[in-house]
């Protein structure tokens, strides 16, 4: 007999029927989706530009949706910033310029408000940190509310670290809200002027390229501030960097020389855009 093949064989192990298979839940619906929500901002046929020169706006049409963070992108000079500026009525407090059409907030076109009262709904936080330098992080936080008319100490002083805990700077301030805001690092000054822009409550923030003058770890913090509070406000946020947009954005705009090209869910827009200028753009062929 072969000693080889005199084996034991060893028995097959029975086999184990598998277990059902779990049912599939269904997907839960692109974030984005579940945003779709009221428009709180509607820009019709909007126009600006500078008295005897050139229209900057000609004739710009969007909606921005409520709690939803919308980017606008573009190469330099497009108008972006102008675009920006006259949500707020910034831009018309510029020597010769002027902005027309409509801007609706809240049924009212806001070209018919009273600035002032217009910047409690609607904040700006700009390129470059501002905050006002001769005053405490403190007194940069409370500015607008003692603006306002906020007289209640406590009431102040509660807002304040409330609107700092929300700009992401509480526990790197919390022991030195008596010292100088302009003494802060560039990142934090940034998040600085984000907290006195919160803390007047607005409906809407505006940010025009907040990021351009930081470093990338600070530009960092920024990002995660916004996706952390766009749960609770409106942002409209011009930037010259499409991957910021893709990053934190649920729209986003694309303008081209004073015109809106296309207005459309950020992922859309950036894998499936309807017009060859927008594609061109994003894909690097020009700007």
């Given at each position: 007999m072969n000693p080889i093949m005199d084996t034991n064989p060893i028995p097959p192990v029975p086999s184990v029927p598998a277990a059902p298979a779990a049912p599939l839940l269904p997907s839960?619906?692109?974030r984005v989706e579940a945003r779709a929500s009221a428009v709180v901002l509607s820009v019709r046929d909007l126009k600006a530009g500078y008295a005897g020169g050139a229209r900057v706006l000609k004739g710009v049409s969007m909606?921005?949706?409520?709690?939803?963070?919308?980017?606008?992108?573009?190469?330099?000079?497009?108008?972006?910033?102008?675009?920006?500026?006259?949500?707020?009525?910034?831009?018309?407090?510029?020597?010769?310029?002027y902005c027309e059409?409509?801007?609706?907030?809240?049924?009212?076109?806001?070209?018919?408000?009273?600035?002032?009262?217009?910047?409690?709904?609607?904040?700006?936080?700009?390129?470059?940190?501002?905050?006002f330098p001769t005053m405490s992080i403190f007194e940069n936080v409370a500015s607008g509310l003692t603006?306002?008319?906020?007289?209640?100490?406590?009431?102040?002083?509660?807002?304040?670290?409330?609107?700092?805990?929300?700009?992401?700077?509480?526990?790197?301030?919390?022991?030195?809200?008596?010292?100088?805001?302009?003494?802060?690092?560039?990142?934090?000054?940034?998040?600085l002027c984000i907290a006195r822009a919160l803390a007047v409550e607005p409906r809407i923030l505006l940010m025009d390229e907040p990021c351009s003058a930081l470093d990338p770890i600070a530009t960092g913090r920024i990002e995660?501030?916004?996706?952390?509070?766009?749960?609770?406000?409106?942002?409209?946020?011009v930037t010259h960097n499409m991957q910021q947009a893709a990053r934190v954005s649920e729209y986003t705009a694309f303008m081209l020389m004073g015109e809106l090209v296309e207005f459309d869910r950020t992922q859309q827009l950036f894998t499936k855009p309807s017009d060859k200028r927008t594609e061109d753009y994003i894909t690097g062929r020009f700007g």
């Open positions: 839960a619906p692109p909606e921005v949706r409520e709690k939803a963070v919308t980017a606008i992108i573009g190469p330099s000079g497009c108008g972006k910033s102008t675009m920006i500026r006259c949500l707020n009525r910034l831009h018309e407090s510029l020597p010769g310029a059409g409509e801007i609706s907030l809240g049924g009212r076109n806001v070209l018919d408000w009273d600035p002032v009262l217009l910047r409690r709904e609607v904040g700006m936080v700009f390129q470059r940190p501002n905050p603006l306002n008319g906020e007289r209640d100490r406590a009431k102040i002083a509660e807002r304040v670290e409330t609107s700092l805990r929300r700009a992401a700077l509480w526990d790197e301030v919390k022991d030195k809200l008596s010292s100088p805001g302009v003494g802060l690092s560039g990142g934090q000054q940034q998040r995660e501030l916004l996706l952390e509070i766009k749960d609770q406000l409106t942002v409209v946020i």
